[in-house]
């Protein structure tokens, strides 16, 4: 599994890529359903499923993302993978940060903060240790403000 996570860390900036992921990304939305949150982007990289609540719709939107741990919490990116656009989950965070974390089949409430300043380029930092094809998104998306997440735990 190193091996195909070395690869897909060296292939991750790539263009074609990105919308090769972007289209598989209802596919691993069923894979996280179906296994409960335990295989999510079939384990490659360290993945969980957010679960929003969509700020025109009022109803859950699930997706699932990369993470990296920070402490107790989680930290996500809104890359949507360097599209000039923010990913609609990012902007229901936005609306409403309260959402659920499910992780090897845990689901956590949580609340999510965005990220600014100093805090922003620690947690990039970690970010893109873990995958550092966003900074190729970045590129791509015109060198558009990518939103940084830290989703805390919460008691409900």
């Given at each position: 599994m190193a091996g195909i996570r070395s690869l897909a860390r060296r292939l991750g900036g790539a263009a074609w890529f990105a919308n090769t992921g972007r289209i598989l990304v209802p596919a691993d939305r069923l894979v996280g359903r179906l296994t409960g949150g335990r295989v999510v982007a079939l384990g490659i990289v360290p993945s969980l499923l957010l679960t929003t609540t969509g700020r025109r719709s009022g109803q859950p939107r699930t997706q699932p993302l990369l993470f990296?741990?920070?402490g107790d919490g989680w930290v996500v990116t809104g890359s949507n993978w360097g599209q000039t656009h923010?990913?609609?989950w990012a902007l229901n965070l936005l609306a409403n940060p309260r959402a659920t974390v499910t992780v090897k089949g845990r689901q956590v409430p949580v609340e999510a903060h965005l990220a600014t300043g100093a805090e922003r380029d620690r947690?990039?930092?970690?970010?893109?240790?873990?995958?550092?094809?966003y900074e190729a998104y970045v590129k791509r998306a015109g060198g558009r403000d990518i939103h940084v997440f830290r989703l805390t735990p919460t008691k409900s």
């Open positions: 990296v741990r920070d923010q990913p609609a947690l990039w930092q970690l970010v893109t240790t873990e995958w550092p094809p």
